[in-house]
C-alpha cells in the first residue's frame, strides 16, 4: 500500500529553514548535542547557523526543516552537491532533534522529503553515507529503502577525524518498486 502524503503532511510541515528561525534552530541543536555526537556537529552557533543558512542558498544544496504541528524542530535534512544532467544525483544528511528521538517522526518526515527529491527535485539518486556505529541512522536509511552499497574508509572528517563510512543509495525505480511514492 501506497504512503498517504496528506496524511503524513497533516502532522509534518516540510520547509526549508529561514533567518527567522535562527534562535530555536541553535537552541534545538545545543539541546541535541548529546544525540549527535559524535557523528555530527549541527550548527549551535549565530555564526554557524549563519554560515548553514549561506550554504543552503546556492542552487545545489537545499536544507528542510522537519516541523510539528507546534512548529518545533523534528529534524533536519540536507540535500547536498546535487548534480542533474547524466548524473540525477545527491547525497543526503540528516538529524534529529533529541526532543524527539525515537518516535518515527523523523521516518515520517523522510517519507516527505524523499518526496521532494524525487519529484520536485528531479534526482535519480539519493545516496546517505553513515558511520557504521551510528544504528539509528542505519535504521532509518534502511526501513525507508535504501541499499548498502559499499563501505568508505576515512571518508568524511567529522569533529577533526576521518570517519569510516557505510554508503546507503535509494534511486527512482527502487523508491516507485517499493511503494514508497505516496498517495496524493
Same mark, same amino acid.
Given at each position: 500500500?501506497?504512503?498517504?502524503?496528506?496524511?503524513?503532511?497533516?502532522?509534518?510541515?516540510?520547509?526549508?529553514?529561514?533567518?527567522?528561525?535562527?534562535?530555536h534552530?541553535?537552541?534545538?541543536?545545543?539541546?541535541?548535542?548529546?544525540?549527535?555526537?559524535?557523528?555530527?556537529?549541527a550548527?549551535?552557533?549565530?555564526?554557524?547557523?549563519?554560515?548553514?543558512?549561506?550554504?543552503?542558498?546556492?542552487?545545489?544544496?537545499?536544507?528542510?526543516?522537519?516541523?510539528?504541528?507546534?512548529?518545533q524542530?523534528?529534524?533536519?535534512? @540536507?540535500?547536498?552537491d546535487?548534480? #542533474?544532467?547524466? *548524473?540525477?544525483s545527491? &547525497?543526503?544528511?540528516?538529524? /534529529?532533534?533529541?526532543?524527539?528521538?525515537?518516535?518515527?517522526l523523523?521516518?515520517?518526515?523522510?517519507?516527505?522529503?524523499?518526496?521532494?527529491?524525487?519529484?520536485?527535485?528531479?534526482l535519480?539518486?539519493?545516496?546517505?553515507?553513515?558511520?557504521?556505529?551510528?544504528?539509528?541512522?542505519?535504521?532509518?536509511?534502511?526501513k525507508?529503502?535504501?541499499?548498502?552499497e559499499?563501505?568508505?574508509?576515512?571518508?568524511?572528517?567529522? @569533529?577533526?577525524?576521518?570517519?569510516? #563510512?557505510?554508503? *546507503?543509495?535509494?534511486? &527512482?525505480?527502487?523508491?516507485? /518498486?517499493?511503494?514508497?511514492i505516496?498517495?496524493?
Open positions: 500500500m501506497a504512503i498517504n502524503l496528506k496524511e503524513l503532511s497533516s502532522s509534518i510541515l516540510i520547509r526549508e529553514p529561514t533567518l527567522n528561525d535562527e534562535e534552530f541553535v537552541a534545538t541543536m545545543v539541546r541535541s548535542q548529546p544525540l549527535h555526537h559524535p557523528y555530527l556537529k550548527p549551535s552557533t549565530s555564526q554557524e547557523f549563519q554560515d548553514y543558512y549561506l550554504k543552503y542558498q546556492q542552487a545545489n544544496n537545499k536544507s528542510y526543516l522537519a516541523l510539528n504541528n507546534d512548529h524542530i523534528i529534524g533536519v535534512f @540536507n540535500i547536498n546535487m548534480v #542533474h544532467g547524466v *548524473f540525477q545527491a &547525497y543526503m544528511g540528516y538529524f /534529529a532533534s533529541i526532543d524527539f528521538a525515537g518516535q518515527g523523523m521516518s515520517k518526515a523522510l517519507k516527505l522529503i524523499l518526496h521532494r527529491v524525487f519529484t520536485q527535485l528531479n535519480h539518486r539519493i545516496e546517505a553515507n553513515i558511520q557504521p556505529t551510528n544504528k539509528a541512522s542505519i535504521y532509518l536509511a534502511t525507508n529503502g535504501f541499499q548498502e559499499g563501505y568508505s574508509p576515512r571518508y568524511l572528517k567529522i @569533529n577533526d577525524i576521518w570517519c569510516d #563510512h557505510i554508503r *546507503f543509495a535509494l534511486t &527512482y525505480e527502487d523508491w516507485i /518498486a517499493l511503494k514508497l505516496p498517495e496524493l
